[in-house]
């Protein structure tokens, strides 16, 4: 087959085991209309399916989330995609950990490998395509030439939409059993970390400097989606629009320090958060990523605003 220009196939660590995305994670909210209002503003692809929304990106044919009503807003699974070649490596590697397999989850017709996390998180590793990257993302820093306007006029800036998922942050009261649990049972690495207080995980086969990372809470919970766009102006409009319809409360413009993207944070109407972010460090299957453990002054923002003082707040405690 002809290879298409452009087109980079899923990148692949050879000969080692781990899992290659988030295919997707669910979280209930006691009304899925507020989800809908919110998760559509903020520019991505929602639709019903069932008695669930489905989280889409325009343009990109992968479903990053799912959405079902429940008591109170609660993050409840999160699916990982491996190569189907693994999939029997990871189950006799479960196997070898002791690590309970489990019924899917009621009302998922998915039948990958269910299991929990030392925390009670509901995980599962099936089969999928590669949805993580498979390169550095593309980032827009254009310098204008002289005699022509850089700035797009206000009235004709088109709306923010999000290109795919780039990372979930949860919460832990153990964070150091988190890198411990997701790099042994799932093959993922540590990008770089601060002490016991928050870890960043990349996955082996290519992927952002983080696909999944956890901060140090009382008790288990779900602090952020982080959704990739294109530009510095693109995180500006969206956060623009989010406050114009009435989700001023937030945290950004900033760069972070460890995976370096420029962000802004949205406060959702559960006290958690979705992030813009941009131009995020990539860490490709064939390189080996020198991290480390950085002070926390070096290891949050590197510019930005004041930070809210409920953004660690875990409102799932
Ligand atoms: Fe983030």
């Not at 989280?55 to 990109?60: E, I, Q, S, V």
């Not at 899917?104 to 990257?133: H, M, T």
């Not at 990008?191 to 999944?212: E, N, P, Q, R, T």
Request: net charge negative.
């Amino acid at each position: 087959m002809t290879a298409m220009q452009g087109f980079i196939g899923a990148t692949r660590r050879p000969g080692e085991l781990g899992i290659h995305s988030v295919d997707h994670f669910h979280f209930v909210v006691p009304d899925i209309a507020v989800a809908q209002s919110f998760f559509g503003e903020f520019g991505l692809d929602v639709r019903a399916k069932g008695n669930l929304l489905t989280l889409n990106t325009f343009g990109h044919p992968h479903t990053w989330g799912t959405i079902g009503e429940g008591p109170r807003k609660k993050f409840s699974h999160m699916s990982f995609g491996a190569f189907e070649d693994d999939i029997d490596g990871f189950s006799k590697h479960l196997q070898a950990l002791r690590v309970k397999r489990l019924d899917p989850p009621q009302g998922s017709d998915s039948n990958g490998l269910w299991f929990r996390d030392y925390d009670g998180n509901l995980l599962e590793i099936k089969v999928a395509e590669k949805s993580s990257p498979n390169e550095k993302t593309s980032f827009s820093q254009m310098s204008i030439a002289a005699d022509q306007r850089g700035a797009p006029f206000r009235s004709t800036m088109p709306r923010t939409r999000p290109r795919r998922l780039t990372h979930v942050l949860l919460f832990t009261p153990d964070v150091p059993r988190a890198i411990e649990f997701y790099t042994h049972v799932l093959g993922m690495r540590l990008s770089d970390y601060s002490g016991d207080k928050v870890a960043f995980l990349h996955g082996i086969h290519g992927s952002d400097h983080h696909m999944i990372a956890f901060a140090h809470s009382d008790a288990p919970g779900h602090h952020h989606f982080s959704w990739d766009v294109g530009s510095v102006d693109e995180i500006g409009a969206g956060a623009m629009h989010m406050l114009d319809k009435g989700f001023s409360k937030g945290w950004g413009l900033g760069r972070h320090v460890l995976g370096s993207n420029y962000f802004h944070y949205v406060q959702d109407p559960w006290g958690s958060f979705s992030e813009y972010a941009a131009d995020i460090d990539y860490i490709s299957a064939t390189c080996d990523w020198k991290g480390g453990d950085h002070p926390p002054e070096d290891s949050f923002y590197a510019w930005g605003p004041n930070v809210p003082e409920d953004f660690v707040h875990n409102y799932e405690a």
